[in-house]
């Protein structure tokens, strides 16, 4: 490698160095300078938000090359415990939250209306008056609680379905998922939903965030799962839902979310958890 301009990064996480070798493999002087930082910044020497000491600073006093200092700052910046400002200048990461604002004054409702229901979606007016706005009947969507799963094996794998949606006309991959039975725990339904439409049976199922896929007009709760190992039980028991079934690896997914091939906010949303975790927990 050389010490050039291409080893500093606008930092988004971690850099590949010029040469193709990955900037976390370091040897033992590089690991003692990281255990040395990263002690730093554990034991509050420096706080969130604080400014590390320059490039050169740090060469000199810890007995490093610059060019190896910057692979051990890359993987600091990947574990997101420092960022990177101008050319040599870094942070502890935090620091930096923003406020949550006081209260204001919510909409008010009037009331309600259905106009359209059935097993599946339901249609409301809703009388609402925002603050300082005239009243106004707003369209409100009903739709079901639904969990979605993201099961990862140990090759670094998620489990996914090759399926056609014809409501925008398209092929895709989806991550198992369904509706929450009332009274079922979602946690329940998002095993439950991957064994049926995939036919492997998931284990270790962790809840990572609930979302609303529409917040402004559609109510739609969706949990999101990450199941790490499954076992195969059979074949798929849900001919509906089933597709094509694969281990898609995670080196895959950017790709596909580029080519427009991952399909459905829950999909989308499961994954990129997946990738930005597995991001922060680089060794």
């Known amino acids: 490698m050389t010490d050039s301009a291409e080893l500093l990064p606008d930092y988004a996480g971690w850099y590949q160095p010029a040469n193709g070798e990955s900037a976390l493999r370091m040897g033992p002087k590089s690991t003692r300078v990281y255990q040395t ?7 509050g020497k420096y706080g969130p938000g604080e400014k590390l000491p320059s490039e050169r600073t740090m060469s000199a006093e810890l007995e490093i090359g610059r060019t190896a200092l910057r692979q051990v700052l890359a993987r600091l910046a990947s574990e997101q415990l420092i960022k990177a400002y101008d050319r040599s200048s870094y942070r502890v990461v935090g620091g930096e939250s923003v406020p949550t604002p006081a209260e204001l004054e ?130 798929p028991t849900d001919i509906e839902e089933a597709g094509q079934i694969a281990w898609v690896p995670l080196a895959d997914i950017p790709r596909l979310m580029a080519e427009g091939k991952l399909m459905g906010s829950g999909t989308l949303v499961a994954l990129l958890h997946v990738l930005a975790s597995r991001a922060t927990a680089a060794p």
């Open 106 to 235: 919510p909409w008010t409702i009037h009331g309600r209306r259905t106009v359209y229901e059935n097993r599946w979606v339901n249609l409301d007016l809703v009388d609402v008056e925002p603050p300082g706005v005239e009243r106004f009947e707003h369209h409100v969507v009903r739709l079901h609680h639904v969990a979605i799963t993201a099961v990862l094996d140990e090759q670094q794998r998620v489990l996914m379905m090759w399926r056609y949606r014809f409501v925008p006309q398209q092929w895709g991959w989806e991550l198992p998922g369904g509706i929450v039975d009332e009274g079922e725990d979602a946690a329940t339904t998002a095993a439950r939903e991957t064994e049926e439409e995939t036919g492997w049976r998931p284990t270790n199922v962790e809840h990572v965030v609930t979302y609303q896929p529409m917040i402004g007009m559609v109510d739609s709760p969706h949990e999101i799962f990450v199941a790490r190992g499954a076992v195969k039980v059979g074949e």
């Open 37 to 43: 930082i990263r002690s730093w910044i554990e034991s």
